[in-house]
């Protein structure tokens, strides 16, 4: 078996198939280094929530429920932390219209039947002391946590060399095919790796890697998204922060996650630039504007590092895990936003596919295949 890609959910794949007895090779030139190595880390199913994403919401559940034994158990196998942290999420609103717009999200939250409390400016900010005074409202979910995407990502390359993966380190010139059927991949320095299945888990390459036929290509776009990194002190004796941070600010999304280790990740922007990952002064300013607004002190903290990286976005921004038009390729792509919390459920999920033939049911409503219905669909209407 072949895994084209080895960002943290190639490597997840490889690592739970390894584990199923099938031989395994990743091919990436940098495993370990793709966009988790920008990522803030939220496992946040719940706060990441949007209209009309009810089953992305049960994927996402179903993941972080698994994350504490999928983070020991890597531990356990490597000796290397994850940075798994259960600290829970504030989400808040800074002036009345952000304030309405999070009070329609809790409504939605409440009709699901999430675990979600609503908290008045004066009980979030007791909560978190460093918060603006105009902080008008917010909700806390203690079931979201996080955890740290750099250390995952190292996590599980020693994961997958302990469990016997082989790591070829070359980009992929093409995908093969033979007979209609993808028979693996050509690595850009020669090498022909051949796999009865292969999996596409390139990120936001997925749809440009060539020799795919049409009706297998992968519609995934890269979604631009810029970080910063500050170091936090200690204020007035207590945390600078103490849980996951997010906020509707002037109608923009802003989170803030801190790390035990002293770290903050203030992010992200979200912007269709193609495959620019240039850091831009605009979107460093954007970021500390509106993090200002919500925490003032944040000004005086060290800026330790920018970054920009590119999520693998697609026309719902719903995963494609799974079996693809093409026989032989299966999906391990499409994750945006969610690719760090999506880790351990499609690892579960694709792993079990190429070992039994079976895709759980919890997989099924992202297939490959269901922007080919949709299309017939409108077709078929005109």
């Given amino acids: 078996m072949l895994v084209v890609g080895g960002g943290v959910i190639g490597l997840g794949v490889a690592w739970r198939t390894a584990q199923?007895?099938?031989?395994?090779?990743?091919?990436?030139?940098?495993?370990g280094q793709g966009a988790n190595q920008?990522?803030?880390?939220?496992?946040?199913?719940?706060?990441?929530?949007?209209?009309?994403?009810?089953?992305?919401?049960?994927?996402?559940?179903?993941?972080?429920?698994?994350?504490?034994?999928?983070?020991?158990?890597?531990?356990?196998?490597?000796?290397?932390?994850?940075?798994?942290?259960?600290?829970?999420?504030?989400?808040?609103?800074?002036?009345?219209?952000?304030?309405?717009?999070?009070?329609?999200?809790?409504?939605?939250?409440?009709?699901?039947?999430?675990?979600?409390?609503?908290?008045?400016?004066?009980?979030?900010?007791?909560?978190?002391?460093?918060?603006?005074?105009?902080?008008?409202?917010?909700?806390?979910?203690?079931?979201?946590?996080?955890?740290?995407?750099?250390?995952?990502?190292?996590a599980l390359v020693e994961a997958c060399l302990r469990a016997g993966v082989r790591i070829h380190r070359s980009r992929a010139a093409?995908?093969?095919?033979?007979?209609?059927?993808?028979?693996?991949?050509?690595?850009e320095g020669g090498a022909v790796l051949t796999?009865?299945?292969?999996?596409?888990?390139?990120?936001?390459?997925?749809?440009?890697?060539?020799?795919?036929?049409?009706?297998?290509?992968?519609?995934?776009?890269?979604?631009?998204g810029q970080i910063l990194r500050l170091r936090m002190t200690s204020a007035f004796g207590v945390p600078f922060l103490s849980r996951n941070l997010r906020a509707v600010v002037r109608g923009c999304h802003l989170y803030l996650v801190p790390r035990e280790d002293g770290e903050l990740v203030v992010g992200a922007t979200m912007e269709e630039q193609g495959f620019d990952t240039t850091v831009t002064a605009g979107g460093v300013y954007e970021l500390l504007r509106d993090a200002h607004e919500l925490v003032p002190g944040i000004t005086e903290l060290p800026l330790v590092e920018t970054g920009a990286g590119l999520r693998p976005g697609t026309p719902d921004n719903a995963p494609l895990l799974g079996p693809t038009a093409l026989p032989g390729l299966v999906a391990a792509t499409g994750h945006h936003r969610n690719g760090v919390l999506l880790t351990p459920v499609t690892a579960d999920a694709v792993?079990?596919?190429?070992?039994?033939?079976?895709?759980?049911?919890?997989?099924?409503?992202?297939?490959?295949?269901?922007?080919?219905?949709?299309?017939?669909?409108?077709?078929?209407?005109?």
Avoid at 20 to 30: E, F, I, K, Q, Y
Avoid at 79 to 100: E, H, I, Q
Wanted: net charge negative; hydrophobic share 40%.
């Fill in 20 to 31: 199923r007895g099938l031989s395994v090779t990743v091919l990436d030139p940098a495993p």
């Fill in 38 to 154: 920008v990522a803030a880390g939220m496992l946040a199913p719940v706060t990441e929530l949007q209209y009309g994403e009810e089953e992305l919401l049960r994927l996402g559940i179903a993941s972080n429920q698994r994350y504490a034994a999928f983070a020991a158990e890597l531990t356990e196998a490597t000796g290397l932390s994850t940075g798994y942290r259960v600290c829970g999420t504030l989400a808040t609103a800074l002036d009345a219209d952000d304030r309405a717009e999070l009070r329609e999200l809790y409504a939605f939250q409440q009709r699901l039947g999430l675990d979600v409390s609503w908290l008045t400016g004066r009980e979030c900010r007791k909560l978190e002391p460093m918060l603006a005074p105009s902080v008008q409202g917010g909700l806390l979910v203690t079931g979201d946590h996080q955890v740290d995407g750099r250390r995952l990502g190292a």
């Fill in 174 to 187: 093409r995908v093969t095919t033979r007979q209609d059927r993808a028979t693996g991949a050509l690595a």
């Fill in 195 to 224: 796999a009865d299945q292969t999996v596409l888990a390139a990120g936001c390459w997925s749809g440009e890697i060539p020799g795919l036929p049409p009706e297998a290509r992968l519609p995934v776009r890269p979604v631009k």
């Fill in 351 to 382: 792993a079990a596919y190429l070992a039994t033939g079976n895709l759980p049911p919890e997989a099924a409503p992202f297939a490959p295949t269901r922007f080919d219905r949709h299309s017939a669909l409108s077709e078929a209407s005109l």
